[in-house]
């Protein structure tokens, strides 16, 4: 521990495969600088990490201690893929009234007969066009209650749906299809991260991280309970 943040989560902790990444809590008011060096402070730890280290600081919420993706508030990332010779620190904060976090606007759109805005699938029109093709290609909207795409440094995708998955298998199809999508919509992409949300709460479904420069993917699901490396060809194509 440092004194300006605290670990709070090793998401992924792989030596073996030179794999990292981590979640830190950084104390409110700290200039973007400052938490440029909790991270940098943190990356000199995990030199032991050949591959991929992935350092994300969240601001300290003592009113509301939850600390993922996909909630609002301030956080910055600190991405070294070492592979490719990439390193690079960003902010990645969101606030809470933005259409991304009403989640139920999609559904009450089409109740109503209105056109649902491009803000409430992603920030840019790449990101955009692939979460209105995963929100079209659920014919009934049986499953996808919120698609939405954030891209900065990775790709992220936050799927909420209307309802739980019976098996790991239904899951690990799920967002294999999504990948293929994904793929196929952003080409170029990366890294790209696909999280599954339970209706408009914060409880992970499933989540997978791919990199395109590494030979491993992570994934874990409720089911299963456990983050997994697996190859990246188990992933390829949507129909297995």
């Not at 902790?13 to 700290?30: E, H, R, T, Y």
């Not at 007969?113 to 290609?137: S, V």
Request: with cysteine; glycine share 6%; aromatic share 12%.
């Amino acid at each position: 521990m440092s004194p300006n943040y605290q670990i709070w989560e090793y998401v992924v902790n792989d030596k073996q495969k030179g794999i990292a990444n981590v979640s830190i809590i950084v104390p409110p008011g700290l200039s973007e600088k400052e938490v440029e060096k909790a991270c940098e402070h943190m990356e000199t730890c995990l030199q032991e990490y050949r591959n991929f280290v992935l350092i994300t600081a969240f601001e300290q919420n003592i009113e509301r201690p939850v600390y993922t993706y996909g909630m609002p508030g301030n956080r910055w990332q600190l991405l070294h893929n070492k592979n490719k010779g990439i390193r690079k620190f960003e902010p990645i904060s969101f606030i809470a009234d933005e259409p991304r976090y009403q989640h139920f606007l999609g559904r009450d759109c089409l109740q109503n007969g209105l056109d649902i805005p491009d803000d409430w699938f992603g920030n840019t029109p790449q990101g955009i066009a692939i979460a209105r093709a995963i929100w079209k290609a659920d014919v009934g909207h049986e499953w996808v209650l919120h698609p939405y795409a954030f891209e900065g440094t990775i790709l992220s995708l936050e799927i909420h749906l209307t309802k739980r998955m019976a098996k790991s298998d239904q899951y690990r199809q799920h967002i294999r299809k999504l990948l293929t999508l994904t793929r196929q919509k952003a080409p170029d992409a990366q890294n790209i991260w696909i999280y599954l949300y339970f209706r408009d709460t914060i409880d992970i479904l499933a989540h997978f991280n791919w990199s395109k420069q590494l030979p491993y993917v992570e994934y874990k699901d409720e089911i299963k309970g456990e983050s997994r490396i697996e190859k990246p060809d188990d992933w390829e194509g949507g129909n297995h």
